[in-house]
């Protein structure tokens, strides 16, 4: 099992930073590929990027790219989503997600484990 609690949301004003922390605890976090996702009211969940376990490798969405950067501090045991130049339409719940594998993962069913989620709202 793995424990994952997200942190780091709030309220922001376009063009503005965040990030977010998904800390990890239970099994040992550097064997697991994580994965962040966000969900905006009336919508689905949506893929937002993904890292392997060593954080070698690490995807993001189209929507977010060159604006969100995936990283991970094994040490820590927590992942992080550092949000740049950020929009209103990035107002969601950001949840962060976690499964055993070598690779990055980038559909939802693909993770075994989730957070509870972290809001973010970036006002116009």
């Known amino acids: 099992q793995v424990q994952l609690v997200e942190s780091g949301g709030g309220l922001v004003q376009a063009g503005g930073s965040l990030r977010l922390s998904c800390a990890a605890s239970g099994r040992t976090f550097s064997s697991y590929a994580m994965g962040w996702f966000r969900q905006a009211p009336g919508k689905e969940r949506e893929f937002v990027g993904a890292?392997?376990?060593?954080?070698?490798?690490?995807y993001v969405a189209d929507s977010v790219k060159g604006r969100f950067t995936i990283s991970r501090d094994n040490a820590e045991n927590t992942g992080y989503l550092q949000m740049n130049s950020l929009k209103p339409e990035d107002t969601a719940v950001y949840y962060c997600?976690?499964?055993?594998?070598?690779?990055?993962?980038?559909?939802?069913?693909?993770?075994?484990?989730w957070g509870q989620g972290t809001q973010v709202t970036v006002s116009s």
């Open positions: 890292i392997n376990w060593s954080g070698a490798s690490a």
């Open positions: 997600g976690a499964r055993a594998g070598n690779y990055y993962y980038t559909t939802e069913a693909e993770y075994d484990y």
